[in-house]
């Protein structure tokens, strides 16, 4: 009998110890991806407490839509963050010329439209620089800002942007508007359920899109919203 209680002890010694070293595990992981989501050279959204929200348009296709796009910000107004890759831009300077003309900010996209946490950091500082050279040869101006094709980046994706002097940005409110089920009304539905200060929605140019945008400007604005840029929020 004594030596089964002295089991049943180391039993429960063992599940005491296994289970201080889950919760620690627990905890670092979330106070690692706390330190994630405010690590200062990772933006998911903006620092002002106002309420202005910035759209993020990623371009590596699309390009039909474009001009109806800007057509639609030039009613309502507002300047917007394209976010767009080098391999787009050297097909289409005009629509970049375009976009840049019209008073919109440009990001940069990468190169190509790859997973860059796949990457090394020589992969990830070569996509990253040229989309950089590309984007400045046709609009003359440096981009500063980098949003990764998907949301894929790891460590060397970070340090290769901050090297090239970028900050990263991803988004706080998905449209998820290139996906096939995405009609107009859950574009629409997936941005105004979503809306807050600072936030960053994420866009393609789609059909469905550009016929989303103008409700859900007009939405943002008569909740008192204002709509710019990355640079308007930060």
Request: aromatic share 10%; glycine share 4%; proline share 2%.
């Amino acid at each position: 009998m004594r030596l089964l209680i002295v089991n049943r002890k180391t039993l429960y010694l063992i599940l005491l110890a296994l289970i201080l070293i889950l919760t620690i595990f627990i905890v670092v992981q979330r106070r690692d991806k706390v330190e994630d989501v405010f690590n200062t050279d990772i933006i998911y959204q903006g620092n002002k407490d106002e309420k202005i929200i910035a759209f993020a348009c990623n371009v590596d296709w699309g390009n039909e839509y474009i001009r109806g796009m800007l057509d639609v910000f030039k009613e309502k107004d507002i300047k917007i963050t394209f976010f767009i890759t080098g391999r787009w831009a050297e097909k289409h300077n005009d629509l970049v010329k375009l976009i840049y003309d019209e008073g919109h900010e440009i990001g940069n996209h990468g190169f190509q439209h790859i997973d860059y946490d796949k990457l090394d950091f020589n992969r990830n500082y070569e996509e990253i620089k040229k989309a950089h050279d590309i984007i400045k040869s046709i609009t003359n101006s440096s981009p500063k800002y980098f949003a990764p094709p998907s949301g894929a980046y790891n460590d060397n994706t970070i340090k290769a942007a901050k090297e090239l002097d970028y900050k990263l940005i991803l988004w706080s409110i998905d449209t998820i508007d290139w996906r096939d089920d995405s009609t107009k009304d859950k574009i629409i539905q997936r941005v105004t359920e979503k809306v807050h200060n600072s936030g960053i929605v994420l866009m393609h140019p789609t059909e469905n899109t550009n016929k989303a945008l103008p409700e859900i400007i007009d939405y943002l604005f008569e909740k008192g919203y204002k709509v710019g840029r990355i640079s308007d929020i930060l």
